[in-house]
């Protein structure tokens, strides 16, 4: 199939892209668009940040006055939230570091997606004026339907794809710029419906937030309906049904992300969207309001916690703990020490683990600091 013999050949041969974008057919800037049309890309990087940064880098370079783009592309695991997303809300973060599971934040809204190599990624570039959400789901559920035409997939009110009227197949996002716009979605083919369910739960307790929160749904991958399908089979339908609705050649475009010749800028761009500034820090402020047991020994005792976040660095701190557990003025110390510092484990610890060397010599207060500080860092 088209898209499968072109990835096949630029794997077995390296130089092939390089050629390919220089072809006269096939110039990425400005996509052999001057006289209007379209074209039809595809990454080869299954890299999350990088194939964010290639939507950014579109929608703020191309002028697409009387032209259509659609990217292709897929990453490897990742957990992608909405521009105004709170991650701690979202996601399981312990879960994803345990598992190498990126977090990336777009610039487009919408709730929080999980992405793997069983899920296509399809970004509809146009006009503001042309932006059509709706149609670009139409295409999709028409290639499926001509695909597999006993498959039961179709748009709904809010914009997203149901399988037989109750599974979720595909979200959908959108970013409107001054004069253009994408739209975004994903599809479930073959993703790790295990691995998706456990990471877009999060064990955040007593979290408060003014954060667009995700509308959790029943998911489905296509392949469960239909286990003859792969991701080739769908691309190749959905590219088919592109050209006939904008009159193109099925010629596709392959991309390199990190090729600064083609997409100057672009290393930036992709640096900048795995800052903990933008992942983290571009979070709505939001509090944290919670208690736990802590035992040492045949010794127990409530602690209860309250943080205020503000663009990913705690605002305000207070720890309160029964005094003949722990001695109040360590439990203040390390609340006064926590404000201003991310709210991050891995900072935690690292604060902590200085400021243990400041605590008295005794051994039950240090196992007791410890175990306070170990919780508290869970919370983040």
């Given at each position: 199939?088209?898209i499968?013999r072109?990835?096949?050949?630029?794997v077995?041969?390296q130089?092939?892209?390089?050629?390919?974008?220089?072809?006269?057919?096939?110039?990425?800037?400005?996509?052999?668009?001057?006289?209007?049309?379209?074209?039809?890309?595809?990454?080869l990087?299954?890299?999350?940040?990088?194939?964010?940064?290639?939507?950014?880098?579109?929608?703020?370079?191309?002028?697409?006055?009387?032209?259509?783009?659609?990217?292709?592309?897929?990453?490897?695991?990742?957990v992608?939230?909405?521009?105004?997303?709170?991650?701690?809300?979202?996601?399981?973060?312990?879960?994803?570091?345990?598992?190498?599971?990126?977090?990336?934040?777009?610039?487009?809204?919408?709730?929080?997606?999980?992405?793997?190599?069983?899920?296509i990624?399809?970004?509809?570039?146009?006009t503001?004026?042309?932006?059509?959400?709706?149609?670009?789901?139409?295409?999709?559920?028409?290639?499926?339907?001509?695909?597999?035409?006993?498959?039961?997939?179709?748009?709904?009110?809010r914009?997203?794809?149901?399988?037989?009227?109750?599974?979720?197949?595909?979200?959908?996002?959108?970013k409107?710029?001054?004069?253009?716009?994408?739209h975004?979605?994903?599809?479930?083919?073959n993703s790790?419906?295990?691995?998706?369910?456990?990471?877009?739960?999060?064990?955040c307790?007593?979290?408060?937030?003014?954060?667009?929160?995700?509308?959790?749904?029943p998911?489905k991958?296509?392949?469960?309906?239909?286990?003859?399908?792969?991701c080739?089979i769908i691309?190749?339908?959905?590219?088919?049904e592109?050209?006939?609705?904008?009159?193109?050649?099925?010629?596709?475009?392959?991309?390199?992300p990190?090729?600064?010749?083609?997409?100057p800028g672009?290393?930036k761009?992709?640096?900048?969207?795995?800052?903990?500034?933008?992942?983290?820090?571009?979070?709505?402020?939001?509090?944290?309001?919670?208690?736990?047991?802590?035992?040492?020994?045949?010794?127990?005792?409530?602690?209860?916690l309250?943080?205020?976040?503000?663009?990913?660095?705690i605002?305000?701190?207070?720890?309160?703990?029964?005094?003949?557990?722990?001695?109040?003025e360590m439990?203040?110390?390390?609340?006064?020490h926590?404000?201003?510092?991310?709210?991050?484990p891995?900072?935690?610890?690292?604060?902590?683990?200085?400021?243990?060397?400041?605590?008295?010599?005794?051994?039950?207060?240090?196992?007791?600091?410890?175990?306070?500080?170990?919780?508290?860092a869970?919370?983040?």
């Amino acid at each position: 199939m088209l898209i499968r013999r072109a990835f096949d050949i630029c794997v077995k041969k390296q130089h092939v892209f390089k050629s390919v974008v220089s072809s006269p057919h096939s110039t990425l800037s400005p996509f052999n668009l001057e006289g209007g049309g379209g074209a039809i890309l595809k990454s080869l990087s299954t890299n999350v940040y990088e194939n964010l940064a290639v939507e950014d880098w579109i929608h703020d370079n191309i002028d697409l006055q009387g032209k259509n783009i659609l990217f292709l592309w897929r990453n490897s695991s990742a957990v992608v939230i909405g521009r105004h997303q709170n991650p701690w809300q979202e996601c399981n973060l312990k879960l994803m570091r345990e598992h190498g599971i990126q977090l990336a934040r777009r610039r487009s809204g919408g709730g929080t997606v999980y992405h793997d190599m069983g899920n296509i990624n399809m970004t509809f570039f146009t006009t503001k004026k042309k932006y059509d959400r709706m149609k670009n789901l139409n295409m999709i559920t028409k290639s499926l339907n001509k695909l597999r035409p006993q498959m039961d997939v179709r748009p709904t009110e809010r914009l997203d794809l149901l399988l037989n009227g109750h599974f979720k197949v595909s979200g959908t996002a959108a970013k409107l710029g001054r004069t253009n716009a994408y739209h975004h979605c994903t599809l479930l083919c073959n993703s790790d419906r295990t691995l998706l369910s456990s990471v877009l739960k999060s064990p955040c307790q007593g979290l408060k937030s003014n954060a667009t929160p995700s509308v959790p749904s029943p998911v489905k991958n296509l392949l469960e309906e239909d286990p003859t399908l792969d991701c080739g089979i769908i691309m190749d339908s959905i590219v088919t049904e592109y050209t006939k609705q904008y009159g193109l050649d099925h010629h596709i475009i392959l991309i390199e992300p990190k090729d600064e010749a083609t997409l100057p800028g672009i290393s930036k761009m992709t640096q900048d969207l795995q800052t903990w500034e933008w992942v983290f820090g571009k979070t709505p402020k939001f509090s944290v309001s919670t208690s736990f047991k802590l035992g040492y020994r045949l010794s127990s005792a409530m602690v209860t916690l309250s943080i205020d976040v503000k663009n990913g660095i705690i605002d305000s701190c207070n720890i309160k703990l029964p005094q003949h557990w722990l001695p109040s003025e360590m439990c203040e110390h390390l609340a006064s020490h926590l404000i201003g510092s991310k709210f991050c484990p891995s900072e935690t610890t690292r604060l902590t683990s200085a400021l243990l060397r400041t605590c008295p010599q005794n051994e039950e207060l240090h196992h007791k600091w410890n175990i306070l500080c170990e919780n508290v860092a869970s919370v983040m």
